[in-house]
T-cell receptor, first 107, second 112 residues
Framework: GIQVEQSPPDLILQEGANSTLRCNFSDSVNNLQWFHQNPWGQLINLFYIPSGTKQNGRLSATTVATERYSLLYISSSQTTDSGVYFCAVVVRRALTFGSGTRLQVQP | EAGVAQSPRYKIIEKRQSVAFWCNPISGHATLYWYQQILGQGPKLLIQFQNNGVVDDSQLPKDRFSAERLKGVDSTLKIQPAKLEDSAVYLC??????????FGEGSWLTVV
């Protein structure tokens, strides 16, 4: 099946810093989503982004489907950004997840 | 719009016992998914329904796991008998078109 790899696996930032998370996938996909999993386990949908670039406040995402990667940018990070960020690709209408990037933002 | 509802939120059982989780998807969402998330890993698809039909259950351990969505709305996931390695969060999700997929808060299972 399709492989989804995320990097880095762990990231520690000081509040106010910027970061880039990467997601590589091994095959063509119908779609791609980015999620944030908060400390209580809730998966929050950040972006639905099959291609191109989208922005939502301090977060933005870019997917280059032809090169099989997506990037999530976090600017001016806040402690509330802490948690695990997952990239998931849609294959046959179901999500296949990467292993996530665990982000810790320190005050 | 109400989100995906799941219950119970937390459950502790002994190995070899049974447990059932319930999910009510977002109104109008034809596609319903059950995912298993083991601590430190990404969620893994167990089963996908389209209305009340099964689309994909290739990763469901059918010797102990079962799921149903009889009327094409809410769904139940059952584990019988439970093993220690079934300790995980069980996430229900739904989608209208298979594009944006929305998750519930999850049901946390501990098998002791």
């Amino acid at each position: 099946g399709i492989q989804v790899e995320q990097s880095p696996p762990d990231l520690i930032l000081q509040e106010g810093a910027n970061s880039t998370l990467r997601c590589n996938f091994s095959d063509s996909v119908n779609n791609l989503q980015w999620f944030h999993q908060n400390p209580w386990g809730q998966l929050i949908n950040l972006f639905y982004i099959p291609s191109g670039t989208k922005q939502n406040g301090r977060l933005s995402a870019t997917t280059v489907a032809t090169e099989r990667y997506s990037l999530l940018y976090i600017s001016s990070s806040q402690t509330t950004d802490s948690g695990v960020y997952f990239c998931a690709v849609v294959v046959r209408r179901a999500l296949t997840f990467g292993s996530g990037t665990r982000l810790q933002v320190q005050p | 719009e109400a989100g995906v509802a799941q219950s119970p939120r937390y459950k502790i059982i002994e190995k070899r016992q049974s447990v059932a989780f319930w999910c009510n998807p977002i109104s109008g969402h034809a596609t319903l998914y059950w995912y298993q998330q083991i601590l430190g890993q990404g969620p893994k698809l167990l089963i996908q329904f389209q209305n009340n039909g099964v689309v994909d259950d290739s990763q469901l351990p059918k010797d102990r796991f079962s799921a149903e969505r009889l009327k094409g709305v809410d769904s139940t996931l059952k584990i019988q008998p439970a093993k220690l390695e079934d300790s995980a969060v069980y996430l229900c999700a739904s989608s209208r078109s298979g594009n944006t997929i929305y998750f519930g808060e999850g049901s946390w299972l501990t098998v002791v």
